[in-house]
């Protein structure tokens, strides 16, 4: 008996039927005689009627720019709805439940409108509804500022919320439930047969789920870390086990290969290499604040693809000789931080080499190694290394 959170993605409340096997595993927590506090995302992917892109597309045909407070305050509605319709979903069994929204929930945020982030959470109004023996349903993905704006905390917000919600209420447990049972070494969708790894640490997730994995979001582990509060990651669909994250790291050499796509490499022409000066300009518009290096060892900067035209002009206004390689990929093979990376990389190097595919630069970090190829032969290359290592 205790608390536990329970989050549930966007295709777990989709339909009624997957609200179904949504509600067993809220009934079941319950009967177990705990506290139960649920997190849901929208309901289901663009094209369903109250899905988050949905609902963005709605201020987008009214043409002109959009409001980045009026876009929060819409997109948070697509949470509340599906908070709205689970909880009442719930009383229908008999069972006491009420829907909260991130702003009557207590989550104070900072005011990054679309990607803002939970300074604060109040656990009282939760803990008052849960001491009236009611399951709360809170509507995942958004908070208020100190000006009672309302906020959204970007894409994957939802596993954000409940685990700073764990962190608050000091939940024995939290569960995001998603529509894969677990966390595997890479995306089933792209490798079908890849193994799901029974527990990992943080800093392994962190590492994943940095450079891809979007199973759970980088904030939501790195606020389990700091609570130092268990995750399980699991299917709403089945019964298994799935990944539990939390100290203990996995019994895997290699644990994870992930991939980021969409994204632009700048880089010097030969024989010369960036200003420091320059160095700080680009980086400041990139996501990625790592400087990769390509095989003579010139530095390689990454840009989001949809920032390559920024990158391109302040290059121009430097005058900076620098290229702009489009279309590329990067596969972060992450792995023990007790085993040695040189003989990690040499054996990835080789890999890649031996499917003739040309890597463009990479980096070593403590517990991982990223590898820029061309997006054309990512899929490729994780399916390649993961071959080699899981065979
Ligand atoms: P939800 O709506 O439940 O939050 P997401 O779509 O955000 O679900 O995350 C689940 C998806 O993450 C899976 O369908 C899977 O394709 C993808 N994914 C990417 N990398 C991994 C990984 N390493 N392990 C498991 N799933 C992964
Ligand atoms: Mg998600």
């Not at 990992?200 to 582990?221: C, F, Q, W």
């Amino acid at each position: 008996m205790g608390l536990i959170v329970q989050k549930f993605g966007g295709t777990s409340v989709k339909s009624a039927e997957s609200r179904k096997a949504v509600l067993n595993h809220i009934l079941k927590a319950k009967a177990a005689g705990n506290d139960v506090v649920v997190v849901v995302s929208a309901m289901g992917r663009r094209g369903d009627p109250y899905a988050t892109d949905t609902l963005i597309d709605l201020l987008r045909e009214q043409g002109g720019k959009i409001n980045p407070k009026t876009q929060d305050l819409l997109m948070s509605c697509g949470e509340i709805i599906s908070a709205c319709v689970m909880a009442t979903y719930i009383e229908a069994q008999g069972v006491k439940a009420e829907a909260m929204t991130g702003f009557q929930a207590g989550i104070l945020t900072t005011d990054d409108f679309g990607n803002a982030d939970i300074v604060n959470i109040d656990p009282e109004p939760i803990q008052a509804k849960l001491r009236e023996g009611k399951v709360v349903v809170v509507a995942g993905f958004q908070g208020r500022t100190r000006n009672n704006e309302i906020t959204t905390l970007g894409r994957g917000g939802s596993d954000t919320t409940a685990v700073v919600l764990g962190g608050y209420l000091k939940a024995d447990l939290v569960e995001i439930y998603t529509d894969v049972p677990g966390i595997a070494v890479t995306d089933p969708r792209v490798v079908p047969e890849a193994q799901f790894i029974p527990k990992l640490s943080y800093d392994e997730t962190i590492a994943m789920a940095e450079n891809g994995a979007k199973v759970i979001h980088p904030r939501a582990v790195k606020a389990a870390k700091e609570f130092n509060l268990q995750v399980r990651v699991k299917s709403t669909f089945d019964e298994s086990e799935g990944t539990l994250v939390g100290p203990e790291a996995s019994d895997l050499t290699i644990c994870g290969i992930s991939l980021t796509k969409d994204i632009a490499a700048a880089k010097y022409e030969r024989g010369a290499d960036f200003t420091e000066a320059e160095l700080i300009k680009l980086q400041s518009i990139s996501n990625d604040k790592t400087l990769y290096g390509d095989s003579s060892r010139q530095k390689v900067i990454l840009l989001d693809e949809g920032r390559k035209d920024i990158g391109m002009s302040l290059a121009d206004e430097l005058k900076a000789q620098v290229s702009f390689l489009e279309n590329m990929s990067k596969v972060t093979v992450v792995y023990k931080d007790t085993v040695s990376s040189k003989e990690v990389d040499d054996r990835i190097t080789a890999i890649l080499a031996g499917e003739d595919i040309s890597v463009v630069a990479k980096k070593q970090f403590e517990n991982c190694c990223s590898y820029i190829v061309e997006e054309d032969t990512a899929k490729k290359s994780v399916k390649a290394i993961y071959k080699a290592f899981f065979k």
